[in-house]
């Protein structure tokens, strides 16, 4: 068997921005300023402050309460910028020909949209008419690297996080990290692992977000835990992590922070075992819930050990039916119960989706039809559209795509 890439990013310098009169001025001018400090080259940045001008522009005219994020996300030698819309507008009854030029509702050239999908190297969008509509699109430099880059593949994890409105610093955060190729395969039970009917939790990676120009999302691949032949290093499997520090503001980050540097840092390759570790680090502060998934690709099969209020579901694409991967009672860094790893296996072309209490649990996906078929990116910023609330942290961890 062929060994499966997971493709890896990481997602830093997170700035949100509101529907306001200068969101236009407002998102250009962070828009060249994050590509700038990704070292795009000069023609670049141009190119990038055009189309998210152009972005902005479009949710001034057509939305309803939109928000626009961007950030910069990295391989291992390149980086690029990403900027994702979401809004509560009209919603487009025909994706691609308003990606025509000359094709407009609101009395202009009709220029925008497509010219931000020829700009960009990565452009995806979903929309509903009546409910409103997501888009991704990310930047790399017109360089051989860039190039490379862009062609690498789409991360198979990443998340999106969001202070409550009126804070600065956000006490969600994801990461994800593969194992490494000497993890020894966990033993196999001898009948599949099948969850009861109210348990069921996936999730996925990411770092705590930030609003303005701060250090914000980060994310990494995660490890295997239940899985026979082929190894690890074949399969493809990787480990995810998602903190809630409790309350908000700085402490709340600094434990959502310090939760993802130990689990980058931990040499635990099982869900329970990143968990402990995880706690440890976190008993001199504010502590959190916190959820670790393992991924197992090749295998098909999640195992999620979580604690506190962290939300983890699989969804089914072919049904639209999600199963629930639940936590246990208690305080990472404080109040730690038994551990205990709940497996299930994946339904092809699934999604794992983890999320703070800063989302309600209460959306459909059956509601959110194309929702499996999208980037990770834009499935995670249409659940924080759909379900998430201004009054908390929020932040959702979207992994898909290996399976």
């Known amino acids: 068997m062929g060994t499966l890439t997971v493709p890896l990013m990481e997602c830093e310098d997170a700035a949100w921005f509101r529907d306001s009169e200068s969101l236009a001025a407002a998102a250009r001018s962070g828009a060249r300023s994050l590509a700038q400090r990704a070292a795009l080259l000069p023609e670049r940045v141009a190119e990038v402050a055009l189309a998210v001008s152009e972005a902005a522009t479009n949710l001034r005219r057509h939305a309803k309460d939109g928000s626009l994020l961007l950030r910069v996300v990295r391989t291992d030698s390149e980086a690029a910028l990403e900027c994702v819309t979401l809004d509560h507008g009209p919603g487009m009854p025909d994706i691609a020909r308003a990606l025509t030029d000359g094709v407009s509702s609101g009395g ?68 994800a990290r593969t194992l490494p190729s000497s993890h020894p395969p966990a033993p196999v039970p001898s009948r599949p692992y099948r969850s009861p009917g109210t348990l069921d939790w996936s999730v996925l990676t990411g770092t705590a977000g930030r609003p303005g120009p701060t250090r914000s ?31 908000h503001g700085p402490l709340a980050a600094k434990a959502a922070l310090d939760a993802v540097a130990a689990f980058r840092h931990t040499t635990a390759t099982t869900p329970d075992g990143v968990l402990a570790d995880i706690h440890h680090a976190l008993r001199s502060g504010r502590g959190g819930a916190v959820a670790v998934g393992l991924v197992e690709p090749a295998e098909r099969r999640v195992g999620v050990c979580g604690v506190g209020n962290i939300s983890t579901f699989t969804v089914d694409p072919a049904t639209g039916a999600r199963r629930s991967l639940p936590s246990a009672p208690g305080i990472v860094g404080h109040q730690l119960p038994a551990l205990r790893t709940v497996r299930q296996q994946l339904a092809p072309g699934s999604a794992v989706v983890m999320h703070s209490d800063g989302l309600t649990d209460r959306w459909q996906a059956a509601a959110l ?20 609330v201004r009054r908390d942290d929020a932040g959702v961890l979207v992994a898909k795509g290996l399976w």
């Open 108 to 175: 202009t050239l009709g220029i925008g949209l497509g010219a931000i999908s020829r700009l960009a190297d990565t452009f995806d969008v979903h929309s509903l008419p009546g409910r409103g509509t997501v888009m991704t699109a990310r930047f790399w430099n017109r360089t051989p690297g860039g190039r490379l880059a862009a062609a690498g593949g789409e991360a198979v994890v990443t998340g999106i996080t969001r202070p409550m409105s009126g804070q600065e610093l956000c006490g969600d955060a994801w990461a």
């Open 217 to 247: 999302d980060r994310w990494a691949p995660v490890p295997a835990g239940a899985s026979t032949a082929p190894p690890p290093e074949e399969s493809g499997a990787f480990l995810v992590m998602f903190c809630d520090g409790l309350g």
């Open 369 to 388: 039809p194309g929702m499996c078929a999208q980037l990770p990116v834009t499935a995670a910023a249409l659940l924080l559209r759909e379900a998430g």
